[in-house]
């Protein structure tokens, strides 16, 4: 039973939603401050390259995440300031962050390129749960880093939905103005969230490869995951505990070939269902760009809007 | 009307200000320049604790940017800020909060996805990292209780009325406890049972010590509820007076900078021949009380008829069924000679009348058009829009009625209040009709506007045009009409001839309590 199939196939799911979780949760919490940050697949490349570089050269694969998440964070630093400071447009902000992460990890791969990683993280069951028929399985004979994503997400709907600093987060993503008249920092909020989304992307980045892909290929390490982080938050309506399970979704999605088997499914080639994540990335991306749809959707009212407070 | 009632509380807290004591805030030759505009130049301000002060200008002179000043939310180019007495220097809103001076701007700062509780502790550090409900509420309730601020801590302020959310934005800097709060023109957007009501509650703040700042433009209610009033004009101070010093004319000067004429203005010749007939009209909507209710009268050539009533008591109906853009249930309405009950707007205008919505936006004026096209939309078009003729005519509303903007082809949104109500009367007026009416014409408009609309509308009384004027506001109507007329509740309940009516008797009969 605990070998079966689908079993085996959720299980899968769950790991291969984790990056996606952790690019996504870093985003909302961005997007929550008002601040939308396109380029989620950029920091995640360059957070998976360094980890790489980093994990390969001490064989510690947590000194790897660690150096990952950095990266990631100071990538989005860069956008905090051309968002928030500069007041640039986010949206080129966010695509230039894409390009500049993705040049700079080809250069910095290329001489690792092909080569495996020994360095990993590994699996951690945890004792007595991991015993549970199939639910122990599926969800309790993965690594760390899975675990710390269910902290993380819990953590987070905690942090927005009860507590003052949660409170303010929102307003400022809803009404910078009004947060700034009731004395809230409004541009340190925002790159305080900013980073903390680029801390969590380049840990996604980071965990494909230190966990989940063999070896470093520029190509085939995030396969677009961090844009499906985009339209993922949206999917979530801003909230971290639907989220999660989106993640877990489309990580099922990403197995598709797994999956198909499972399901005893013929006739549909595991190259359309592969693609379903990606097509609903395009269809949400559209959708995104209708104001009217995003409010509908549940997103903050101050998205992507830069706050000065001199104007009227 | 609005603030009679809370002029009987005055006075009592500003005897707890003594003059040897400092200001608990003020300006000194404070200054602050816009890209193009000097907003505020060498402007001193003085306010001090148990007193309502009144800040009191046109549009555009200044009163916005002093209060953000004094808030924190601007920083002067030139000029000190003093609390208690000290120089001080307020960065930002937090700064000034802290220093216990808050501000309700006019467009309110409130988050509508927020509950009103969450609006409430925003940005307060004094709360407990992880935020408890119970504390907010219990000093809501007291806040409520001693202010007269009664709020629902669980509603979503997104569905609360705007006065629900002003009462919002006060409880919200009484319960960071500011010492002096400054509201940005928070009458505008209430009716004037809820400006009595705030005003109630200002005079509550001021009797407590507390300093209270009311920008406005609104001499009445000045007059009615401050203690002291400083008068701006293009940015600098112009005076400041004792409210039981000075009066509506001096005021009234001060502001403008010229002499105005608020003086009441008849009819000089007796009226000529009806020219709108309405009979036993009533407006009984099925299943719900009637809105109209057998309401008769006539307004004849050469005279300005004013219905007067609390809003919701039948005068928007009642302009609407003249107009033609409502069908009365019983009744005709004969405009010029002509009947055009239920015939629609455009029979009502081709037998020449013209209307002045008091929902100018809404009704009056489409926003996103340009001045010329919303001077089209009651001309009789051909297949083709005529352009040249149509901006020539832009043009000369424009300068007949000295429309600010920036030519024919400004889009009516962008205009202020008083230019967008001279476009809609510059509209009407223009036509040649032979009744006119007109709801609430000069609300919202500073005392150079309603001057101007006043001395327009005379014009055209003396013209010979018949006007019938509703309104809400006794000052507006006793200013023009030759005969009022109270409206209560769909039916007229007293009326009586402009000259001599009695102000405690026409507020009677609003409220129901006359005849
Ligand atoms: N943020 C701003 N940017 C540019 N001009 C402004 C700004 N705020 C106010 N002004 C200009 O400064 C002048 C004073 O404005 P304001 O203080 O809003 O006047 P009031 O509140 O008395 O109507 C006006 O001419 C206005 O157009
Ligand atoms: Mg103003």
């Known amino acids: ?312 | 009307m609005s603030g009679q009632s809370a002029s009987g509380a005055r006075r009592s807290g500003a005897d707890a200000a003594s003059s040897a004591e400092a200001p608990v805030v003020e300006a000194r030759g404070v200054g602050k320049v816009f890209p193009g505009v000097t907003a505020n130049a060498g402007v001193d301000l003085a306010v001090r604790r148990g007193e309502v002060h009144a800040l009191l200008g046109e549009n555009g002179a200044g009163k916005s940017t002093l209060a953000s000043i004094l808030c924190g939310l601007y920083q002067p180019d030139e000029g000190t800020v003093l609390v208690d007495g000290r120089p001080v220097t307020l960065r930002n809103p937090r700064d000034g909060l802290a220093r216990g001076i808050g501000m309700v701007h006019q467009h309110f700062r409130l988050v509508e996805r927020f509950t009103v509780a969450e609006n409430i502790v925003l940005g307060d550090r004094r709360q407990p990292l992880v935020l408890s409900a119970g504390r907010v509420r219990s000093a809501m309730v007291e806040l409520g209780e001693r202010y007269g601020l009664s709020i629902d801590p669980d509603a979503r302020v997104g569905d609360l009325a705007v006065g629900e959310q002003q009462r919002v934005e006060i409880t919200k800097m009484l319960y960071r406890g500011v010492d002096v709060l400054l509201l940005d023109e928070p009458t505008a957007v209430l009716t004037p049972q809820e400006a009595d009501a705030l005003f109630t509650t200002l005079r509550a703040m001021a009797a407590d010590g507390k300093a209270v700042v009311l920008i406005s433009h609104k001499l009445g209610e000045v007059l009615a509820v401050a203690d002291r009033v400083t008068v701006l004009r293009d940015g600098r101070v112009v005076g400041a007076v004792a409210a039981d010093a000075t009066d509506r004319h001096q005021l009234a000067t001060m502001m403008v900078g010229r002499e105005v004429d608020l003086s009441p203005r008849r009819a000089q010749s007796p009226p000529g021949v009806a020219v709108l007939d309405v009979r036993g009209v009533s407006l009984r909507p099925p299943g719900r009380p009637a809105r109209l209710a057998g309401v008769s009268l006539q307004v004849h050539a050469g005279e300005v008829v004013g219905v007067a009533g609390v809003a919701g008591n039948g005068q928007r109906e009642l302009a609407e069924v003249v107009a033609g853009l409502r069908a009365p249930t019983e009744g005709t309405v004969v405009v010029a000679g002509r009947g055009t009950t239920g015939r629609g707007a455009r029979a009502a205008r081709g037998a020449g009348l013209a209307y002045v919505p008091e929902d100018r936006l809404g009704t009056g004026l489409a926003p996103s058009l340009s001045i010329a096209d919303n001077l089209l939309l009651t001309r009789p078009l051909g297949f083709f829009v005529d352009r040249r003729t149509a901006t020539a005519d832009a043009r000369c509303v424009i300068e007949r009625f000295d429309v600010k903007a920036t030519g024919p082809a400004a889009a009516v949104r962008g205009l202020s209040g008083g230019n967008v109500q001279k476009v809609l009367l510059g509209r009407e007026l223009s036509d040649s009709c032979t009744v006119l009416v007109v709801a609430s014409p000069t609300r919202g408009l500073d005392v150079g506007a309603i001057e101007f609309v006043r001395d327009l509308l005379d014009e055209r009384r003396r013209g010979g045009v018949g006007v019938l004027l509703l309104s809400e506001d006794l000052d507006e109507i006793r200013a023009l009409a030759d005969r009022i007329l109270v409206l209560f509740e769909g039916r007229i309940v007293l009326e009586r001839a402009g000259g001599d009516a009695d102000l405690t008797e026409l507020g009677l009969a609003m409220a129901g309590a006359g005849a």
């Open chain 1, 1 to 312: 039973m605990n070998d079966s199939a689908i079993v085996l196939t959720l299980a899968a799911a769950v790991a291969a939603g984790t990056p996606l979780a952790l690019a996504a949760l870093g985003e909302l919490l961005t997007e929550r401050a008002g601040v939308l940050n396109l380029g989620v697949e950029g920091m995640m490349l360059l957070g998976a390259v360094t980890a790489f570089l980093v994990g390969d050269a001490t064989a510690d694969p947590w000194l790897g995440l660690v150096t990952g998440m950095l990266t990631g964070g100071a990538l989005a630093a860069v956008h905090a300031f051309l968002s928030v400071t500069m007041r640039a447009n986010q949206i080129v902000a966010g695509l230039a962050l894409v390009i500049f992460g993705t040049g700079l990890s080809t250069f910095l791969g290329q001489p690792v390129e092909g080569r495996p990683l020994t360095a990993r993280i590994t699996t951690a069951a945890v004792p007595v749960l991991a015993d549970i028929p199939v639910a122990g399985r599926i969800l309790f004979q993965q690594d760390l880093v899975v675990y710390a994503t269910w902290a993380l997400v819990l953590a987070a709907t905690f942090y927005l939905t009860r507590t003052r600093a949660g409170l303010s987060l929102r307003a400022v993503g809803e009404s910078p103005a009004t947060a700034d008249a009731m004395g809230v920092r409004v541009a340190a909020t925002r790159y305080a969230h900013t980073i903390a989304g680029g801390l969590l992307a380049g840990a996604g980045g980071a965990y494909l490869i230190l966990a989940r892909v063999p070896s470093w290929s520029q190509a085939a390490t995030t396969n677009g995951v961090g844009w499906i982080a985009l339209a993922l938050v949206v999917f979530s309506s801003w909230r971290p505990l639907r989220l999660l399970a989106g993640a877990y979704l489309f990580g099922a999605a990403l197995r598709a070939n797994f999956a198909l088997q499972a399901a005893g499914v013929r006739g549909i080639p595991a190259e359309v269902l592969a693609l379903l994540p990606y097509l609903l990335t395009i269809a949400v991306m559209i959708g995104l760009s209708f104001s009217d749809l995003r409010r509908r959707a549940g997103a903050p009212a101050a998205l992507g809007l830069p706050y000065v407070r001199d104007e009227r």
